[in-house]
Protein backbone atom coordinates (compact mmCIF):
# COMPACT_ATOMS: atom_id res chain seq x y z
CA UNK A 1 0.00 0.00 0.00
CA UNK A 2 1.64 3.42 -0.94
CA UNK A 3 0.99 6.37 1.60
CA UNK A 4 0.52 9.88 1.23
CA UNK A 5 3.76 10.93 2.45
CA UNK A 6 1.94 13.61 4.67
CA UNK A 7 -0.14 10.88 6.50
CA UNK A 8 0.26 11.76 10.02
CA UNK A 9 1.77 8.60 12.09
CA UNK A 10 3.20 8.11 15.83
CA UNK A 11 6.95 6.91 15.99
CA UNK A 12 7.43 7.09 20.10
CA UNK A 13 6.24 7.16 23.41
CA UNK A 14 7.09 8.25 26.44
CA UNK A 15 5.97 7.55 30.49
CA UNK A 16 7.86 8.80 33.42
CA UNK A 17 6.98 8.91 37.06
CA UNK A 18 9.19 10.28 39.94
CA UNK A 19 8.76 9.12 43.58
CA UNK A 20 11.33 11.81 44.80
CA UNK A 21 12.73 10.92 48.58
CA UNK A 22 12.03 15.10 49.29
CA UNK A 23 11.35 17.93 47.88
CA UNK A 24 14.98 18.89 47.45
CA UNK A 25 15.72 16.29 44.81
CA UNK A 26 12.55 16.32 42.66
CA UNK A 27 11.81 17.13 39.20
CA UNK A 28 9.99 20.22 38.17
CA UNK A 29 7.41 19.29 35.39
CA UNK A 30 9.57 21.20 32.52
CA UNK A 31 12.27 18.28 33.62
CA UNK A 32 9.57 15.94 33.78
CA UNK A 33 8.67 16.09 30.57
CA UNK A 34 12.17 16.05 29.07
CA UNK A 35 12.35 12.74 30.48
CA UNK A 36 9.61 11.49 28.99
CA UNK A 37 10.34 12.74 25.58
CA UNK A 38 13.67 11.01 25.77
CA UNK A 39 11.66 7.89 26.44
CA UNK A 40 9.77 8.47 23.41
CA UNK A 41 12.75 9.30 21.63
CA UNK A 42 14.51 6.22 22.56
CA UNK A 43 11.08 4.01 22.07
CA UNK A 44 10.92 5.54 18.56
CA UNK A 45 15.03 4.45 18.01
CA UNK A 46 16.21 7.52 17.58
CA UNK A 47 19.50 8.72 19.40
CA UNK A 48 17.72 11.72 20.84
CA UNK A 49 14.91 13.86 20.45
CA UNK A 50 14.40 14.66 16.05
CA UNK A 51 14.28 18.08 15.06
CA UNK A 52 10.81 19.19 15.64
CA UNK A 53 8.96 21.76 14.04
CA UNK A 54 6.14 22.25 17.07
CA UNK A 55 6.83 21.83 20.61
CA UNK A 56 2.90 21.17 21.97
CA UNK A 57 2.46 21.28 25.85
CA UNK A 58 -0.37 19.89 27.33
CA UNK A 59 -1.79 22.90 29.76
CA UNK A 60 -0.30 22.64 33.18
CA UNK A 61 -2.51 23.11 36.31
CA UNK A 62 0.41 22.90 39.24
CA UNK A 63 2.87 25.87 38.11
CA UNK A 64 2.35 29.04 36.35
CA UNK A 65 5.19 28.36 33.39
CA UNK A 66 3.53 30.86 31.17
CA UNK A 67 5.45 29.48 28.19
CA UNK A 68 6.09 25.73 29.31
CA UNK A 69 6.78 24.93 25.74
CA UNK A 70 9.72 27.50 26.06
CA UNK A 71 11.72 25.96 28.66
CA UNK A 72 10.99 21.87 27.18
CA UNK A 73 12.35 22.93 23.91
CA UNK A 74 15.56 24.37 26.05
CA UNK A 75 16.18 21.35 27.78
CA UNK A 76 15.84 19.46 24.65
CA UNK A 77 18.16 21.90 22.61
CA UNK A 78 15.92 22.58 19.82
CA UNK A 79 15.06 25.86 17.98
CA UNK A 80 18.21 27.42 18.60
CA UNK A 81 19.28 29.44 21.04
CA UNK A 82 15.73 31.98 21.63
CA UNK A 83 13.57 28.94 20.13
CA UNK A 84 12.80 30.97 17.16
CA UNK A 85 12.91 27.97 14.88
CA UNK A 86 10.65 25.92 16.66
CA UNK A 87 6.67 26.69 17.11
CA UNK A 88 6.24 26.77 20.82
CA UNK A 89 2.16 25.70 21.46
CA UNK A 90 0.46 24.85 24.44
CA UNK A 91 -3.54 23.07 24.63
CA UNK A 92 -6.09 24.97 26.33
CA UNK A 93 -7.07 23.18 30.00
CA UNK A 94 -9.47 20.23 29.91
CA UNK A 95 -8.79 16.41 30.05
CA UNK A 96 -9.84 16.16 26.63
CA UNK A 97 -6.69 18.25 26.00
CA UNK A 98 -4.14 15.09 24.64
CA UNK A 99 -6.37 13.68 22.24
CA UNK A 100 -7.35 16.90 21.18
CA UNK A 101 -4.06 17.86 20.34
CA UNK A 102 -3.52 14.95 18.66
CA UNK A 103 -6.25 15.31 16.58
CA UNK A 104 -5.25 18.88 15.64
CA UNK A 105 -1.56 17.76 15.13
CA UNK A 106 -2.15 14.97 12.72
CA UNK A 107 -4.81 17.08 10.51
CA UNK A 108 -2.23 20.21 10.38
CA UNK A 109 0.21 17.52 9.02
CA UNK A 110 -2.10 16.52 6.78
CA UNK A 111 -2.33 20.29 5.28
CA UNK A 112 1.26 20.89 5.02
CA UNK A 113 2.22 22.78 8.36
CA UNK A 114 4.02 20.58 9.93
CA UNK A 115 6.54 18.09 9.62
CA UNK A 116 7.87 16.59 13.15
CA UNK A 117 5.93 17.16 16.52
CA UNK A 118 6.47 16.51 20.29
CA UNK A 119 3.31 16.53 21.99
CA UNK A 120 3.94 16.35 26.33
CA UNK A 121 2.55 17.07 29.48
CA UNK A 122 3.58 16.80 33.34
CA UNK A 123 2.55 17.70 36.71
CA UNK A 124 4.39 17.54 39.68
CA UNK A 125 1.74 18.11 41.60
CA UNK A 126 2.47 15.87 44.87
CA UNK A 127 6.17 17.64 44.85
CA UNK A 128 4.19 21.36 44.76
CA UNK A 129 1.68 20.47 47.32
CA UNK A 130 4.53 18.97 49.46
CA UNK A 131 6.49 21.73 48.99
CA UNK A 132 3.45 23.93 50.14
CA UNK A 133 2.97 22.11 53.75
CA UNK A 134 6.44 22.51 54.42
CA UNK A 135 6.90 26.16 53.25
CA UNK A 136 9.32 25.15 51.10
CA UNK A 137 10.51 27.89 47.87
CA UNK A 138 10.67 26.31 44.50
CA UNK A 139 12.97 27.33 42.12
CA UNK A 140 10.20 26.55 39.57
CA UNK A 141 11.16 28.78 36.24
CA UNK A 142 8.68 31.59 34.83
CA UNK A 143 8.56 33.21 31.51
CA UNK A 144 8.04 37.04 31.36
CA UNK A 145 4.22 38.16 31.85
CA UNK A 146 4.43 38.96 27.55
CA UNK A 147 5.97 35.56 26.70
CA UNK A 148 3.05 33.43 25.49
CA UNK A 149 3.06 30.14 23.48
CA UNK A 150 0.34 29.81 20.75
CA UNK A 151 -2.74 28.47 22.26
CA UNK A 152 -4.22 25.55 20.44
CA UNK A 153 -8.27 24.55 21.34
CA UNK A 154 -10.83 26.79 22.61
CA UNK A 155 -11.32 27.68 25.89
CA UNK A 156 -15.15 26.67 27.49
CA UNK A 157 -16.97 29.09 30.78
CA UNK A 158 -18.37 26.16 32.39
CA UNK A 159 -19.88 27.59 35.17
CA UNK A 160 -22.86 30.05 35.84
CA UNK A 161 -22.37 32.43 38.12
CA UNK A 162 -25.65 31.03 39.55
CA UNK A 163 -24.01 28.04 40.18
CA UNK A 164 -21.02 29.31 42.12
CA UNK A 165 -23.54 31.31 44.15
CA UNK A 166 -24.93 28.09 45.80
CA UNK A 167 -21.03 26.88 46.20
CA UNK A 168 -21.82 24.11 42.90
CA UNK A 169 -18.76 24.78 40.80
CA UNK A 170 -15.98 21.20 41.35
CA UNK A 171 -15.77 17.90 39.73
CA UNK A 172 -15.57 16.35 43.43
CA UNK A 173 -19.45 18.05 43.71
CA UNK A 174 -21.04 17.24 40.22
CA UNK A 175 -19.58 13.61 39.38
CA UNK A 176 -21.37 12.14 42.24
CA UNK A 177 -24.59 13.72 41.26
CA UNK A 178 -24.13 12.13 37.92
CA UNK A 179 -23.69 9.06 39.95
CA UNK A 180 -27.03 8.95 41.84
CA UNK A 181 -28.59 10.00 38.30
CA UNK A 182 -27.49 6.78 36.65
CA UNK A 183 -28.11 4.76 40.10
CA UNK A 184 -31.69 5.35 39.90
CA UNK A 185 -32.02 5.11 36.18
CA UNK A 186 -30.21 1.33 36.71
CA UNK A 187 -33.01 0.38 39.42
CA UNK A 188 -30.34 -0.61 41.87
CA UNK A 189 -30.59 0.26 45.15
CA UNK A 190 -27.66 2.46 47.53
CA UNK A 191 -25.98 -0.83 48.49
CA UNK A 192 -26.37 -2.80 45.29
CA UNK A 193 -25.02 0.11 43.18
CA UNK A 194 -21.90 0.85 45.63
CA UNK A 195 -21.47 -3.27 45.42
CA UNK A 196 -21.53 -2.62 41.39
CA UNK A 197 -18.63 0.22 41.46
CA UNK A 198 -16.61 -1.66 43.99
CA UNK A 199 -16.20 -4.32 41.52
CA UNK A 200 -16.08 -2.18 38.15
CA UNK A 201 -12.95 -0.37 40.52
CA UNK A 202 -11.49 -3.29 41.28
CA UNK A 203 -10.63 -4.64 38.04
CA UNK A 204 -9.30 -1.22 36.72
CA UNK A 205 -7.25 -1.92 39.71
CA UNK A 206 -5.86 -5.09 38.39
CA UNK A 207 -5.02 -3.71 35.06
CA UNK A 208 -3.20 -0.70 37.12
CA UNK A 209 -1.22 -3.88 39.00
CA UNK A 210 -0.06 -4.92 35.56
CA UNK A 211 0.93 -1.47 34.55
CA UNK A 212 4.45 -0.35 35.31
CA UNK A 213 3.77 3.39 34.84
CA UNK A 214 1.23 2.94 36.98
CA UNK A 215 1.63 4.98 39.96
CA UNK A 216 -0.83 2.74 42.24
CA UNK A 217 0.16 -0.79 41.19
CA UNK A 218 -1.62 -3.13 43.87
CA UNK A 219 -4.77 -4.70 43.10
CA UNK A 220 -7.82 -3.39 45.40
CA UNK A 221 -10.57 -5.93 46.02
CA UNK A 222 -14.29 -4.27 45.84
CA UNK A 223 -14.38 -4.60 49.48
CA UNK A 224 -11.55 -2.11 50.14
CA UNK A 225 -12.50 0.56 47.44
CA UNK A 226 -16.20 0.70 49.05
CA UNK A 227 -15.11 0.68 52.68
CA UNK A 228 -15.08 3.64 54.19
CA UNK A 229 -11.69 3.92 56.43
CA UNK A 230 -9.27 6.73 57.83
CA UNK A 231 -6.98 6.13 54.64
CA UNK A 232 -10.06 6.33 52.71
CA UNK A 233 -12.40 8.84 53.43
CA UNK A 234 -15.82 9.37 51.76
CA UNK A 235 -15.40 12.69 49.54
CA UNK A 236 -18.18 13.16 48.29
CA UNK A 237 -21.13 10.33 48.18
CA UNK A 238 -21.24 8.19 47.23
CA UNK A 239 -17.79 8.22 46.43
CA UNK A 240 -14.61 7.37 48.82
CA UNK A 241 -11.80 8.47 47.83
CA UNK A 242 -10.09 5.36 45.99
CA UNK A 243 -13.38 6.38 43.51
CA UNK A 244 -11.91 9.70 42.91
CA UNK A 245 -9.52 11.15 40.31
CA UNK A 246 -5.72 10.71 41.76
CA UNK A 247 -3.93 14.20 41.26
CA UNK A 248 -1.44 13.68 43.99
CA UNK A 249 0.97 12.26 41.34
CA UNK A 250 4.49 13.43 39.77
CA UNK A 251 3.59 11.72 36.13
CA UNK A 252 5.15 12.86 32.68
CA UNK A 253 4.18 11.53 28.90
CA UNK A 254 5.20 12.32 25.56
CA UNK A 255 4.31 11.79 22.16
CA UNK A 256 6.38 12.11 18.85
CA UNK A 257 4.46 12.51 15.75
CA UNK A 258 5.45 13.01 12.20
CA UNK A 259 4.34 12.58 8.81
CA UNK A 260 4.81 9.12 6.61
CA UNK A 261 7.71 11.01 4.71
CA UNK A 262 9.65 12.55 7.68
CA UNK A 263 9.69 8.97 9.45
CA UNK A 264 11.26 7.39 6.74
CA UNK A 265 13.87 10.31 6.52
CA UNK A 266 14.30 9.90 10.13
CA UNK A 267 14.45 6.24 9.92
CA UNK A 268 12.02 4.78 12.26
CA UNK A 269 11.37 1.52 11.97
CA UNK A 270 7.95 0.26 10.36
CA UNK A 271 6.99 -1.29 13.51
CA UNK A 272 7.02 1.00 15.53
CA UNK A 273 4.38 3.19 13.60
CA UNK A 274 0.54 3.26 14.75
CA UNK A 275 -1.49 5.48 12.81
CA UNK A 276 -4.43 8.08 13.77
CA UNK A 277 -7.08 6.80 11.46
CA UNK A 278 -9.59 9.34 12.92
CA UNK A 279 -10.59 11.82 15.37
CA UNK A 280 -13.38 14.19 16.84
CA UNK A 281 -13.95 17.09 19.17
CA UNK A 282 -17.31 17.57 21.06
CA UNK A 283 -18.83 19.43 24.37
CA UNK A 284 -22.04 19.09 25.91
CA UNK A 285 -23.89 22.28 26.62
CA UNK A 286 -21.20 23.96 28.73
CA UNK A 287 -23.09 24.71 31.76
CA UNK A 288 -24.33 21.89 33.94
CA UNK A 289 -28.32 23.40 34.73
CA UNK A 290 -28.49 23.35 30.95
CA UNK A 291 -28.19 20.00 30.16
CA UNK A 292 -31.24 18.16 29.56
CA UNK A 293 -30.27 14.76 32.08
CA UNK A 294 -27.82 14.25 34.27
CA UNK A 295 -27.56 10.50 32.97
CA UNK A 296 -26.80 10.67 29.54
CA UNK A 297 -24.07 12.45 27.53
CA UNK A 298 -25.00 12.88 24.07
CA UNK A 299 -22.12 14.97 22.60
CA UNK A 300 -19.96 11.53 23.97
CA UNK A 301 -23.08 9.81 21.49
CA UNK A 302 -22.61 11.74 18.66
CA UNK A 303 -18.59 11.85 18.86
CA UNK A 304 -18.00 9.22 19.52
CA UNK A 305 -20.38 7.51 16.50
CA UNK A 306 -18.69 10.27 13.93
CA UNK A 307 -15.21 8.99 15.12
CA UNK A 308 -15.95 5.40 14.24
CA UNK A 309 -17.42 6.37 11.15
CA UNK A 310 -14.61 8.47 9.93
CA UNK A 311 -12.62 5.34 10.27
CA UNK A 312 -15.58 2.99 8.76
CA UNK A 313 -15.52 0.52 11.98
CA UNK A 314 -17.76 -0.18 14.64
CA UNK A 315 -17.50 -0.23 18.52
CA UNK A 316 -17.35 -4.24 18.52
CA UNK A 317 -13.86 -3.56 15.78
CA UNK A 318 -12.05 -2.10 18.98
CA UNK A 319 -10.25 -4.54 20.95
CA UNK A 320 -7.71 -1.95 22.30
CA UNK A 321 -9.87 0.75 24.34
CA UNK A 322 -9.27 3.26 27.14
CA UNK A 323 -12.38 5.08 28.65
CA UNK A 324 -11.98 8.43 30.34
CA UNK A 325 -12.04 7.06 34.21
CA UNK A 326 -11.64 10.25 36.39
CA UNK A 327 -14.99 8.70 38.62
CA UNK A 328 -17.36 6.10 38.23
CA UNK A 329 -19.86 8.29 36.21
CA UNK A 330 -17.77 9.10 33.97
CA UNK A 331 -16.60 5.59 32.96
CA UNK A 332 -20.60 4.76 32.88
CA UNK A 333 -21.61 7.59 30.89
CA UNK A 334 -18.65 6.68 28.18
CA UNK A 335 -19.57 2.97 28.76
CA UNK A 336 -23.32 3.70 27.90
CA UNK A 337 -22.88 6.32 25.03
CA UNK A 338 -20.03 4.05 23.35
CA UNK A 339 -22.05 1.07 23.24
CA UNK A 340 -19.52 -0.35 25.50
CA UNK A 341 -20.27 -3.55 28.14
CA UNK A 342 -18.24 -2.66 31.43
CA UNK A 343 -20.57 -5.22 33.26
CA UNK A 344 -18.18 -6.43 35.66
CA UNK A 345 -16.93 -9.81 34.30
CA UNK A 346 -17.62 -9.40 31.40
CA UNK A 347 -13.99 -9.62 30.19
CA UNK A 348 -14.11 -6.19 28.21
CA UNK A 349 -11.32 -4.44 29.17
CA UNK A 350 -12.16 -0.72 29.30
CA UNK A 351 -8.86 0.88 30.51
CA UNK A 352 -4.74 0.63 28.83
CA UNK A 353 -3.44 1.73 32.62
CA UNK A 354 -5.70 1.29 35.72
CA UNK A 355 -7.27 4.92 35.02
CA UNK A 356 -7.12 7.78 37.07
CA UNK A 357 -7.28 6.88 40.30
CA UNK A 358 -4.62 4.12 40.14
CA UNK A 359 -2.77 4.64 36.97
CA UNK A 360 -2.95 8.38 38.12
CA UNK A 361 -4.61 11.56 37.21
CA UNK A 362 -1.63 13.74 36.09
CA UNK A 363 -4.97 16.92 35.81
CA UNK A 364 -5.18 17.08 32.27
CA UNK A 365 -2.51 14.96 30.86
CA UNK A 366 -3.73 11.81 31.52
CA UNK A 367 -4.82 10.94 28.36
CA UNK A 368 -1.44 11.15 26.81
CA UNK A 369 -0.35 8.06 28.97
CA UNK A 370 -3.81 6.41 27.72
CA UNK A 371 -1.99 6.81 24.01
CA UNK A 372 1.47 6.36 25.05
CA UNK A 373 -0.40 2.77 26.49
CA UNK A 374 -2.37 2.37 23.72
CA UNK A 375 0.02 2.74 21.16
CA UNK A 376 2.55 -0.29 23.26
CA UNK A 377 -0.73 -2.18 22.87
CA UNK A 378 -1.27 -1.76 19.12
CA UNK A 379 1.58 -2.65 18.22
CA UNK A 380 1.78 -5.91 19.38
CA UNK A 381 -1.70 -6.53 17.13
CA UNK A 382 -1.17 -5.10 14.21
CA UNK A 383 -4.27 -6.05 12.98
CA UNK A 384 -6.33 -4.49 15.58
CA UNK A 385 -7.94 -1.18 16.35
CA UNK A 386 -7.67 1.33 19.51
CA UNK A 387 -9.95 3.72 21.07
CA UNK A 388 -9.13 6.78 23.59
CA UNK A 389 -12.20 9.06 24.96
CA UNK A 390 -10.76 11.93 26.39
CA UNK A 391 -12.93 13.74 28.58
CA UNK A 392 -12.78 17.79 30.07
CA UNK A 393 -14.69 19.48 32.99
CA UNK A 394 -17.97 18.14 34.20
CA UNK A 395 -18.14 15.81 31.84
CA UNK A 396 -18.49 18.25 29.62
CA UNK A 397 -15.67 18.52 26.47
CA UNK A 398 -14.76 15.22 24.77
CA UNK A 399 -11.96 14.06 22.09
CA UNK A 400 -11.86 10.85 20.37
CA UNK A 401 -8.82 9.31 18.77
CA UNK A 402 -9.11 5.95 16.50
CA UNK A 403 -5.71 4.19 16.34
CA UNK A 404 -4.13 1.41 14.40
CA UNK A 405 -0.80 0.28 13.42
CA UNK A 406 -2.24 -0.70 10.01
CA UNK A 407 -2.38 2.53 8.41
CA UNK A 408 -5.81 4.23 7.37
CA UNK A 409 -7.26 3.54 3.61
CA UNK A 410 -9.01 7.00 3.09
CA UNK A 411 -5.82 8.93 5.40
CA UNK A 412 -6.59 10.69 8.49
CA UNK A 413 -9.83 12.24 8.38
CA UNK A 414 -11.03 14.71 11.31
CA UNK A 415 -14.75 16.30 12.06
CA UNK A 416 -16.99 17.17 15.06
CA UNK A 417 -20.67 17.09 15.60
CA UNK A 418 -20.97 20.18 17.85
CA UNK A 419 -23.86 21.54 15.27
CA UNK A 420 -26.20 18.62 16.39
CA UNK A 421 -25.10 18.72 20.03
CA UNK A 422 -26.28 22.35 19.95
CA UNK A 423 -29.48 21.95 18.47
CA UNK A 424 -30.24 18.85 21.44
CA UNK A 425 -32.86 20.11 24.35
CA UNK A 426 -31.48 22.19 26.77
CA UNK A 427 -33.36 23.14 30.32
CA UNK A 428 -33.99 26.18 31.52
CA UNK A 429 -32.16 27.68 34.74
CA UNK A 430 -35.06 29.17 36.96
CA UNK A 431 -34.10 32.81 39.38
CA UNK A 432 -33.83 31.84 42.61
CA UNK A 433 -37.28 33.63 43.38
CA UNK A 434 -39.09 31.15 40.82
CA UNK A 435 -37.41 28.01 42.07
CA UNK A 436 -38.76 29.05 45.17
CA UNK A 437 -41.64 25.90 46.73
CA UNK A 438 -42.25 22.55 45.84
CA UNK A 439 -40.06 20.81 43.50
CA UNK A 440 -38.32 17.16 42.72
CA UNK A 441 -34.34 15.78 43.03
CA UNK A 442 -33.64 14.46 40.29
CA UNK A 443 -29.49 14.53 41.19
CA UNK A 444 -27.94 14.54 44.56
CA UNK A 445 -24.32 13.88 46.19
CA UNK A 446 -23.67 15.01 50.31
CA UNK A 447 -20.25 16.22 50.70
CA UNK A 448 -18.14 14.98 53.63
CA UNK A 449 -15.19 17.05 56.02
CA UNK A 450 -12.29 15.63 56.42
CA UNK A 451 -12.98 14.28 59.79
CA UNK A 452 -15.26 12.30 58.12
CA UNK A 453 -18.90 13.65 58.98
CA UNK A 454 -21.85 14.61 56.65
CA UNK A 455 -21.19 17.77 55.91
CA UNK A 456 -23.14 19.73 52.71
CA UNK A 457 -26.18 18.14 50.79
CA UNK A 458 -26.33 19.16 46.93
CA UNK A 459 -29.02 18.67 45.00
CA UNK A 460 -30.38 19.39 41.20
CA UNK A 461 -33.98 20.07 41.00
CA UNK A 462 -36.75 20.31 38.90
CA UNK A 463 -39.76 22.00 39.07
CA UNK A 464 -43.05 21.36 37.64
CA UNK A 465 -42.56 23.67 34.79
CA UNK A 466 -39.54 21.23 33.89
CA UNK A 467 -37.11 24.04 35.03
CA UNK A 468 -33.88 23.26 36.94
CA UNK A 469 -33.22 24.97 40.05
CA UNK A 470 -29.86 24.02 42.51
CA UNK A 471 -30.75 23.34 46.28
CA UNK A 472 -28.30 23.12 49.21
CA UNK A 473 -28.08 22.24 53.10
CA UNK A 474 -25.92 22.25 55.69
CA UNK A 475 -28.51 20.68 57.92
CA UNK A 476 -26.03 17.68 59.54
CA UNK A 477 -29.56 15.63 59.74
CA UNK A 478 -30.73 16.31 56.16
CA UNK A 479 -26.98 15.20 55.30
CA UNK A 480 -26.99 12.32 56.59
CA UNK A 481 -30.35 11.26 55.79
CA UNK A 482 -29.19 11.76 52.11
CA UNK A 483 -26.47 9.18 52.45
CA UNK A 484 -28.84 6.63 52.86
CA UNK A 485 -32.33 5.60 50.55
CA UNK A 486 -33.30 6.58 47.49
CA UNK A 487 -33.76 10.48 47.10
CA UNK A 488 -33.77 10.72 42.97
CA UNK A 489 -37.45 11.80 42.41
CA UNK A 490 -38.13 12.34 46.35
CA UNK A 491 -40.08 15.94 46.42
CA UNK A 492 -38.21 18.68 48.30
CA UNK A 493 -38.91 22.49 49.34
CA UNK A 494 -36.41 25.58 48.35
CA UNK A 495 -36.26 28.66 49.78
CA UNK A 496 -35.54 31.75 47.55
CA UNK A 497 -31.72 31.38 49.02
CA UNK A 498 -31.45 27.95 47.50
CA UNK A 499 -32.35 26.19 51.21
CA UNK A 500 -33.31 22.69 50.75
CA UNK A 501 -35.69 20.65 52.66
CA UNK A 502 -36.88 17.30 52.55
Known amino acids: MTLDPRTPVIIGVGQHNQRSANVEDALNPIELMEQAVLSASDDAG ?145 EEHQQFLGQLYAELSDVASANPNAWIQQSKTADEITTVTDTNRMIGFPYPKLMNSNNDVDMGAAIIMCTVDAAERLGVSRDKWVFPHAGTDSHEHPFVSHRDTFARTPAIELGGAMALNLAGIDIDDVSVLDLYSCF ?10 LGVDITPGSGRQWSQTGGLTFC ?22 PGEYGLTWANGGYATKHAFGIYSATPPTNGF ?44 ALASCLLADGRRAWGTSSDPAIASAMCGGEWVGASCHLEPDGALSV
Open 46 to 190: LDGPPAADSVRVVNIIGWRFRNAPRFLAQQLGLGGPDQSSVELAESTAGGNSPQSLVNATAAEMLSGKVDVAILAGAEAFKTFIRARKQGATLDWPKAADDDLPRYIGKELNMNLPEERDRGIYMPVQIYPMFETALRAQSGRNV
Open 413 to 456: RHDSPQVDVDALPRRSLASPTDASGKAVIEAYSVMFSRNGAPET
Open 328 to 337: PSAVQLGAQS
Open 360 to 381: GGPWNNYVMHAIASVVKELRAN
